[in-house]
């Protein structure tokens, strides 16, 4: 189906199974902690060589010449593969199409060359160590790293009325220059694939997010057809976006494993995860805020910049919910991108909004401030009746209701908003707030369902599992709309056997691919009618029975009944704007002398359209969370100013949240259905929790200890520097 | 990994003579030295692995003082009931660094040996003149983030990462050290590690074929114990300052001050002149202020790092304030 008008009355609210929302905890989990449930490079394959990755430790020029020969006498080496083919960036999430190839041409310090393939993994990164190669390497002065060094490029530009002129007229404005640094993805399982040619066809088992993109670009990278590949990712070790395209260990694995007739491993080293897949781009932005005398915006400019190497079309989309989040008449929005030879930038968990949102957040505290209105006031003032330019109406909006019961769980009183009014000791409290925003993603996916004779039934498409919860939410919505139990669901995912679902990224896969299933479950429940001689709306499915007793088996009488869903969203975002939104409220401790910042506590209400299952959204929204006080306190990726090259690239250096940086993490969830947004009334819930979370934290350090960081992360040294002497 | 030979020498005399040649090293808890060997930034020729030889034991000494073998685990050093009676900054210490999992292998000779984490350093395709002598310091004008501001040379700029070596140079410990044909000696926690000056690839006194049996801490003294780590997360991160701190008071004045720091130098610092300072001096914001003054007197940073030189004055006063109850 293609989706143009809203889906107002739902059929999974008019089921009778009862399990749809439900917190039912991940079909996988027991698998998964039992070490019984494979990672891609886990799958026992006979025979199977090991490849490592050889990397360039140049920042840009050309591989002149590769010993293969010298490499060839080195213990067990077997190949030493050096092709044209072979990707030298990941692709980009959705491209569907072969990223830069001809890896002789170095762009990045790090970027992988050649793959030396021997018969165990410590014989083929020894000889990775000693392989002589020859670079025709750049001049460093003539090599930009920094984005503010070089020209940079406008990504995008919008205005509306005169913002310098709404800054000028206002009784209270801002104007405050934030920066974040870049983050890498630091998924758990680093990215690896094992490549099994038998001539006629390629088996690639890969750690990936969306195989069906991942299969257009391997199969544009090596030349062959779609139908010459399959894809097989049924457990991922996290992805965060660093899995949306396909990278260079399963392009080089592929490649291998033809050329040698034998199966092929690659697996990434932390390092080279660290140094070869996406980074999120740094960000410098300006946020220019006017305000009348009570605090409704008249004036709202966000500009930014960020980096990516040249040739790549992908931005870090730091103004996405600046769009339409808040008011403001006379709006600015301009984005630049500086062209830099640091590794690629791509998606890294909320692209745009990740970073966005939490600087934007922090320059509506700093107006709160200046004009004397609370900071949740402040955002129940500007909450927009239609998008601030567009003139579109939401589809559904719940930001209002999250910061009023956010609010109210936290206990914000709405009181003084001093800052340094609490020290225990060496410690300041404080506490901050912020909104939350993101857009709402979706896209065309297919799945099967098939109801089998003996009343069970197969849920099957390429979609693939993150972590997330897909297993767990295909099998209630399928079980929802069949009248089956949980358990009575098989769902199958991560094979490109199956069809083409949505792939997970951009907190899409619940909303498309579910709605996928919903119209496969539509169809079966329409030809179940029929068997049953009632209308489709008079036919009611529970614990494998119709209302009359007659059992799904007895109906089916020995056939399968199998329906392919195919969702795709229509024309219906030309009508609304679709988003999803929520509130953070936190308090912290600052100690005055170090500078050092803990979270105390933290709520968060977000309205995220239907909840599939209370357990795994709630999951996401802690997770989403955990990487807000990561953004606000300790990621950042270090790169070496002389050549570029990442300095931090394993997870001791590289600082993401331990247990001990996380408090109880408290999570409402606000009733919402959206029925514009997808016919199952979901939006996505994966992101939303890392989109301002960081800002809310920003604010709470500069209440508890006055110190105003305009530099995310807030390490230690940044928070002392600005600590107001006593 | 490049290949390697593995032995296991069958006592301590077998061990050193097995550690005597060039190309080999010793491994304990092996949380350090496999990392960079998979790196290739270590490369033996040889593995020695002490781990069967008996000296894990925590007793007690002649002279009321604790002797941790040198291979007893972190977690049982930070466990055992008189270090964490009457050596607490010890245990605090220890538990202040790496994880639980690490602990339980990390061993009191590893930990003192347990080399910078300079991010140039355990990259081979960097200049590094600890890892390879003459390659020039990538770390002087690049990321200095983890790095010295005391007792720097133009050669290397780099920290002693370690918790528990700081806290053992405050409680002046003894490093045990033997060698082939029971040469022993003993070389005090302070001396053990050295500055880098124009020979940064030896991090300290330790020579070919010699092994650590053990420390020695003295007999327990009076006053109180204080380790303060300033990180970038709460757990699981190396200290970017961090001060340990035996200080007594009588009568109103300071009667004892042993103070280390880490992660401004490349060995837990120490200097005596602290301890001159605040003896017999009432404790006061402006004698903190003046003994910060004496300890950063030659402190230098490297851009990145420059914050560590207010952080370190922060820090100290804060120890200070804690350990006399002074309010600041
Ligand atoms: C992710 C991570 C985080 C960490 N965080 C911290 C931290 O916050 N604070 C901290 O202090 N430490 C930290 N550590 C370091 C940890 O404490 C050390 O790795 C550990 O103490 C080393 O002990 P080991 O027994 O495993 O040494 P090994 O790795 O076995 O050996 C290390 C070195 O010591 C030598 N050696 C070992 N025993 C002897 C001996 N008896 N005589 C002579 N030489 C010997 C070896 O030859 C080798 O050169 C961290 C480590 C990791 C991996
Ligand atoms: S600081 Fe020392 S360890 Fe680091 S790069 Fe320089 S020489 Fe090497």
């Known amino acids: 189906m293609e989706q143009d008008q809203p889906a107002t009355d739902c059929k999974l609210d008019q089921m009778s199974q009862g399990i749809i929302g439900k917190p039912i905890s991940r079909s996988e989990g027991f698998a998964k902690v039992t070490g019984t449930a494979p990672y891609a490079a886990e799958y026992p394959i006979e025979n199977c060589l090991e490849g490592v990755l050889v990397t360039a430790p140049i920042a840009r020029g050309k591989v002149t010449s590769i010993d293969v020969d010298a490499g060839l006498e080195m213990d067990g080496v077997i190949a030493v593969v050096e092709d044209e083919r072979m990707i030298a960036r990941p692709a980009q999430g959705t491209a569907g199409e072969a990223p830069v190839q001809q890896p002789r041409q170095v762009c990045y310090w790090g970027q992988p060359i050649a793959l030396v393939v021997a018969e165990t993994f410590e014989q083929a990164r020894d000889a990775t160590k000693h392989l002589a190669i020859t670079f025709d390497a750049d001049d460093l002065k003539d090599v930009p790293f920094d984005p503010h060094q070089v020209e940079p490029e406008s990504q995008e530009s919008s205005s509306q009325g005169d913002l310098a002129k709404a800054m000028n007229d206002a009784p209270h404005s801002i104007d405050a220059h934030i920066t974040t640094t870049g983050h890498a993805s630091a998924a758990m399982e680093p990215h690896s694939a094992i490549a099994e040619w038998d001539g006629n066809m390629l088996t690639v088992h890969s750690s990936l997010q969306m195989l069906n993109y991942n299969i257009a670009e391997l199969a544009d990278s090596l030349d062959l057809k779609e139908d010459e590949i399959r894809l097989v990712s049924r457990y991922v070790g996290g992805g965060f976006g660093s899995k949306l395209g396909v990278s260079e260990e399963t392009v080089a694995a592929s490649i291998a494993a033809m050329k040698l007739n034998r199966p092929v491993r690659v697996v990434m080293s932390r390092q080279q995860v660290f140094q070869c897949i996406m980074r999120r781009s740094e960000t410098s932005q300006r946020l220019r805020l006017a305000a009348d005398n009570d605090g409704g915006l008249t004036g709202f400019g966000h500009q930014a910049l960020v980096s990516n190497l040249p040739g790549e079309s992908f931005a870090e989309p730091v103004l996405q919910s600046s769009h339409f989040l808040y008011g403001g008449e006379n709006r600015l929005l301009e984005m630049d991108v500086a062209r830099i030879h640091r590794m690629t930038a791509g998606s890294v968990r909320a692209p745009g909004e990740a970073v966005g949102m939490p600087a934007l957040e922090v320059a509506m505290d700093m107006l709160a401030e200046e004009s004397g209105v609370d900071p949740v006031e402040l955002r129940l003032r500007n909450i927009p009746e239609s998008h601030p330019i567009k003139g579109t109406p939401f589809s559904s909006h719940r930001l209002a209701e999250c910061l009023k019961q956010g609010a109210r769980q936290f206990g914000w009183d709405g009181g003084s908003r001093q800052p340094r009014h609490t020290r225990e000791g060496e410690w300041w409290i404080g506490t901050g707030m912020a909104s939350a925003a993101r857009v709402h993603n979706i896209s065309e996916a297919k799945a099967r369902v098939t109801i089998k004779a003996d009343g069970t039934a197969v849920v099957e498409t390429d979609m693939t599992d993150i972590g997330t919860g897909t297993y767990t939410i295909l099998g209630q919505i399928a079980g929802e709309m069949l009248g089956l139990p949980r358990d009575k669901v098989l769902v199958e995912l991560g094979d490109t056997q199956f069809p083409r679902g949505s792939g997970s990224g951009g907190s899409w896969g619940a909303s498309s691919v579910g709605s996928a299933v919903f119209v496969a479950c539509e169809a079966l429940r329409k030809s179940l009618a029929e068997r049953a001689g009632v209308a489709e709306d008079k036919l009611k499915l529970k614990d494998g029975a119709i209302q009359n007793g007659v059992s799904l088996v007895d109906l089916l009488e020995g056939e399968d009944l199998s329906e392919e869903g195919h969702y795709e969203p229509g024309d219906i975002d030309d009508d609304y704007v679709a988003a999803s939104f929520g509130a953070y409220f936190t308090q912290v401790r600052v100690n005055h002398f170090t500078g050092e910042t803990r979270v105390e506590r933290m709520t968060g209400a977000f309205g995220f359209g239907r909840v599939l299952n209370e357990t795994t959204a709630r999951s996401q929204c802690i997770g989403g969370m955990t990487w807000s006080i990561g953004a606000a306190l300790t990621e950042a990726l270090h790169f070496d100013p002389v050549d570029g090259h990442l300095v931090n690239c394993d997870l001791a250096e590289y600082h993401v949240p331990v247990h001990r940086d996380v408090p109880d993490l408290q999570v409402i969830m606000v009733e919402e259905r959206d029925p514009a947004a997808s016919p199952i009334q979901a939006k996505g819930v994966g992101e939303l929790g890392v989109c301002g979370g960081a800002g809310a934290i920003a604010n709470a350090i500069y209440n508890a200890c006055g110190a105003r960081v305009m530099e995310f992360p807030m390490t230690p040294d940044k928070v002392m520097a600005r600590m107001p002497d006593d | ?328």
């Open chain 2, 1 to 328: 990994m490049r290949p390697f030979q593995y032995a296991r020498p069958d006592g301590l005399d077998h061990a050193t003579q097995l550690t005597a040649p060039a190309d080999t090293m010793a491994i304990a808890g092996g949380t350090n030295l496999v990392d960079l060997m998979k790196l290739q930034v270590e490369t033996p020729q040889e593995l020695i692995d002490i781990n069967r030889l008996t000296m894990g034991e925590i007793a007690d000494t002649d002279d009321g003082g604790l002797r941790i073998g040198a291979l007893a685990t972190n977690t049982a050093t930070a466990a055992h009931d008189r270090v964490r009676r009457e050596y607490p900054v010890l245990a605090r210490a220890i538990l202040a660094g790496a994880t639980q999992q690490l602990r339980n292998k990390a061993t009191t000779g590893g930990n003192l040996c347990q080399r910078t984490r300079c991010y140039y350093f355990t990259n081979i395709d960097q200049p590094c003149n600890k890892r390879d002598p003459g390659s020039g310091c990538g770390a002087i004008k690049g990321i200095a983030r983890l790095h010295a501001i005391l007792g720097t040379s133009p050669q290397c700029i780099a920290t002693y990462p370690g918790d528990m070596a700081v806290a053992m140079a405050a409680l002046d410990a003894k490093v045990e050290i033997t060698a082939e044909g029971d040469k022993g000696r003993t070389v005090p926690v302070r001396d053990f590690h050295r500055l880098p000056g124009d020979k940064p690839e030896k991090d300290n006194v330790l020579e070919a074929g010699e092994i650590i049996t053990g420390v020695t801490l003295p007999g327990p003294v009076e006053g109180k114990q204080i380790y303060r780590k300033v990180r970038e997360r709460s757990s699981y991160a190396f200290a970017l300052v961090s001060v340990a701190a035996v200080v007594a008071m009588k009568d109103g004045r300071i009667s004892r001050a042993d103070l280390a720091f880490g992660g401004i130098a490349h060995k837990p610092w120490y200097d005596p002149r602290l301890s001159e300072l605040l003896v017999g001096e009432a404790p006061s914001a402006a004698l903190f202020d003046k003994a910060a003054d004496l300890l950063l007197e030659d402190a230098q940073g490297y851009g990145e790092n420059d914050f560590k030189i207010p952080l370190a004055r922060r820090t100290l006063a804060a120890t200070l304030a804690n350990a006399t109850g002074v309010e600041l």
